[in-house]
């Protein structure tokens, strides 16, 4: 196993009710900017259980956090929050809007002339506004660890960034607030998930068996809960509840911890939102079955320790089991609605071209954290795709 440090500072308020208890863990007289997205939260009676909660606050809000928050949104958030000099922000919303708020968190502080720094310059964020998060849609794991993603519309560019200050103060996962998502979205947080697992999992062997079958154990339980809250009529609460919980666990550092992890999957795949605005999770269930097939020898042991351990597959060559597990992982995608190929979203080799050449313009040796994904291997990945 690798050498690590593992922190996670995340207090989790999990289960139904638990929004009532947010007050416990905000600074008694703080000021207090609640932001959320398009609207989802006024309709499933969320935002009114927060405003409850918050009886005695002085609140103010910030709404309208686009799906992939763009930075020229939130820097109007900060202006708020300079102008109002809030001292607590309350995320309330899904991915977008926890990262959109972390954002806002280190952007408000930011000393240099231009926030987009913090993202295209990847600066040193050195102070934060504290934050803390009420889950509605269970996918990123954003609420338990310290990153973002956001996406300046006017360049088409989606960067990530990330410091231990933007950990959320707490957390409240309650899967009733998940109970209004529509199916596509409960499919994209099962498939986000699931990769999120695959990037820490699908690489090198270290012996690290904690790691693995605690990998796995996420990976099937996504399998299984997935698949019936994406067929359940009506949502179910435990189905709920342990698909945020998976999803929760899959990004919060543990897994990835002592381990190679790889990343190239969400590189190519935010790529794919920046340009064609293609949901994120759907950009993953594209890109993974392309960086399998194309990595199938290089990462044969792990493959093969997937295919025997998710999908049981125990007969046949070794090539044959490699290839029916990157079958079986694009038939689960497609079992929860999702189009795995690029042509279906009608994205075509013009694309494929641009992306290269924004992989090539930025020098990028490799394209995640291992050197087995060049730019040239994205490349045949993406074609693989079409
Ligand atoms: O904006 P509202 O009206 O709230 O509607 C949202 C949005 O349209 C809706 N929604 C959320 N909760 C709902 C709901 N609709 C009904 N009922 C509810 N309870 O769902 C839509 C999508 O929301 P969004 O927040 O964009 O989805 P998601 O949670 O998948 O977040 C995606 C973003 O997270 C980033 C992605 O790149 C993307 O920008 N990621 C963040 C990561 C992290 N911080 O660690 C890691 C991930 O890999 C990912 O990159
Ligand atoms: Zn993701």
Redesign the pocket.
């Known amino acids: 196993m690798n050498n690590f440090d593992f922190y996670n500072p995340v207090n989790i308020l999990f289960g139904k009710g638990k929004i009532a208890e947010i007050k416990k863990h905000i600074p008694v007289g703080a000021k207090v900017l609640i932001t959320?997205?398009?609207?989802?939260?006024k309709k499933?009676g969320?935002y009114d259980q927060v405003i409850k909660a918050l009886d005695g606050f002085n609140v103010q809000e910030f709404g309208g956090?686009?799906?992939?928050?763009h930075f020229e949104t939130l820097m109007k958030a900060v202006e708020v929050v300079k102008a109002e000099k809030i001292d607590f922000l309350l995320a309330v919303?899904?991915?977008?809007?926890?990262?959109g708020t972390k954002f806002i968190a280190a952007a408000s502080c930011y000393k240099g002339d231009d926030a987009w720094d913090i993202l295209a310059k990847r600066a040193r964020v050195d102070s934060a506004i504290d934050l803390g998060a009420v889950l509605?849609?269970a996918?990123?794991?954003?609420e338990m660890?310290s990153?973002?993603?956001v996406?300046k519309a006017a360049t088409k560019e989606?960067l990530a960034f990330g410091s231990p200050l933007l950990f959320p103060k707490f957390s409240v996962l309650d899967p009733e607030?998940?109970y209004?998502?529509?199916k596509r979205?409960i499919a994209?947080?099962v498939a986000?998930a699931f990769v999120?697992v695959m990037e820490q999992y699908l690489t090198y062997p270290v012996n690290s068996p904690v790691q693995d079958r605690f990998s796995e154990g996420l990976l099937i339980t996504l399998i299984e809960e997935g698949i019936k809250a994406y067929d359940s009529e009506t949502p179910n609460y435990d189905e709920y509840a342990n698909m945020m919980w998976a999803a929760t666990m899959a990004?919060n550092g543990l897994i990835g911890s002592g381990v190679q992890s790889d990343w190239a999957t969400?590189m190519i795949g935010?790529e794919l939102?920046a340009f064609h605005g293609i949901d994120?999770?759907v950009t993953l269930a594209i890109v993974l079955p392309g960086l399998m097939t194309h990595l199938k020898d290089k990462r044969s042991v792990k493959l093969l320790q997937y295919a025997e351990r998710i999908w049981n597959i125990t007969e046949g060559s070794e090539e044959e089991r490699k290839a029916m597990a990157i079958v079986k992982t694009e038939d689960f995608f497609n079992r929860l609605g999702i189009k795995t190929r690029l042509s279906e979203h009608n994205v075509g080799q013009e694309t494929i071209d641009t992306i290269i050449k924004r992989f090539t313009d930025k020098q990028l040796l490799s394209i995640g954290m291992l050197p087995d994904v060049k730019i040239e291997d994205a490349e045949k990945i993406l074609v693989d795709r079409l």
């Open positions: 959320f997205g398009g609207g989802s939260i499933n969320v956090i686009e799906p992939n928050p919303g899904g991915g977008s809007v926890l990262d509605t849609l996918a990123t794991g954003s660890n990153g973002g993603v996406t989606k607030a998940t209004s998502l529509p979205q994209n947080g986000d999120h990004l969400h935010h939102t994120h999770a």
